[in-house]
Nanobody, 115 residues
Framework: QVQLVESGGGLVQAGGSLRLSCLAS????????MTWYRQAPGKQRELVAT???????NYADSVKGRFTISRDNAKNAVYLQMNSLKPEDTGVYYC?????????WGQGTQVTVSS
């Protein structure tokens, strides 16, 4: 069974930084791609950034230039470095991994950015 566990969320002032981590455990050959999503209160879950096994990346326009996604395939881990945070970045951040035909989600980590 595959589990994804996020960590690194917290409360930060606008302009600050946080680094989220997502670690996968279980029998895994490769997770491709790995993606960060977020969900603000009362809003739909939205894609933040995605990274392939070969480290090709894609970002939502709202985070380009501020967030950086990276991964460590040996550790089955994906990271999200978030800089210049804004109050509108507040939400629960989830990671998702695709393995074959299956997708796996973490439980989420709360990010709160105060103005």
């Amino acid at each position: 069974q595959v589990q994804l566990v996020e960590s690194g969320g917290g409360l930060v002032q606008a302009g600050g930084s946080l680094r989220l981590s997502c670690l996968a455990s279980g029998t895994i050959f490769s997770i491709n791609p790995m993606t960060w999503y977020r969900q603000a209160p009362g809003k739909q879950r939205e894609l933040v950034a995605t990274i392939t096994y070969g480290s090709s990346t894609n970002y939502a326009d709202s985070v380009k230039g501020r967030f950086t996604i990276s991964r460590d395939n040996a550790k089955n881990a994906v990271y999200l470095q978030m800089n210049s945070l804004k109050p509108e970045d507040t939400g629960v951040y989830y990671c998702k991994g695709i393995i074959g035909l299956n997708e796996y989600w973490g439980q989420g980590t709360q990010v709160t950015v105060s103005s």
